[in-house]
């Protein structure tokens, strides 16, 4: 059986997609991150609860500060990326959940009401919704470079809140010279997959 989504856009999204590590200086506008979110927004999370925010980097000031954070190999590309994203996980999405997961408005209370559930919840279904993101960003025609290379508590105080928790950078614009990394191998379909 064959994928049904058509061969180019397979490579759009995959098979030649790359972490970009250089950018050209052509903006990244509103307009593409909204449609991206318009895209991404559609994809599962638990009881829909949808606990990824989005902040976006784009003042020379902002962006100054947040390079300070990020590890001394990631610097020059947040520095020189058209638009940075700090991807973090929202623990008090349960307050949407009314709203979200209408079915249901009970659960706030009834799965969510501790922090520590929250924490764990918000982290796996962001980190889920993030993925759809960077794949959001390749379907706009655009290179996404995600990153964890950078100082956690640094980027949640000087960026966030206690209530959300950072999760990754992600550089985002056209692809420049010599962007790519040759790519690193993948494990094969039997390394990965058991039937039982």
């Known amino acids: ?3 049904v989504l058509d061969p180019a856009a397979q490579d759009l999204l995959f098979r030649e997609a790359r972490s970009a590590n250089t950018f050209t200086d ?5 307009e593409q991150v909204q449609a991206i979110y318009d895209l991404v927004k559609y994809g599962p999370t638990a009881f829909n609860q949808t606990p990824l925010r989005i902040t976006l980097v784009r003042s020379p000031e902002a962006r100054e500060r947040l390079v300070a954070h990020m590890a ?3 610097r020059p590309k947040t520095a020189s990326a058209p ?3 700090i991807l973090s996980a929202d623990n008090e999405f349960h307050e949407e959940l009314p709203h979200l997961f209408p079915a249901a408005p009970q659960i706030k209370d009834v799965f969510f009401a501790e922090r520590p559930v929250r924490e764990n919840a918000a982290a796996l279904n962001a980190a889920l919704q993030a993925a759809y993101f960077i794949v959001g960003v390749r379907a706009a025609g655009l290179a996404a470079g995600p990153m964890t290379g950078f100082d956690f508590e640094g980027v949640r105080k ?3 809140d206690d209530d959300h928790t950072p999760l990754m950078i992600v550089n985002i614009g056209r692809p420049g ?7 690193s191998p993948r494990l094969g379909f039997d ?3 058991t039937t039982v």
Do not use: I, K, Y
């Open 1 to 3: 059986m064959s994928l």
């Open 26 to 30: 052509e903006p990244v506008t509103d």
């Open 72 to 74: 001394e190999g990631n």
């Open 83 to 85: 638009l940075v994203a």
């Open 158 to 160: 000087e960026f966030l």
């Open 177 to 183: 010279p010599d962007a790519w990394h040759p790519r």
């Open 191 to 193: 390394q990965v997959v």
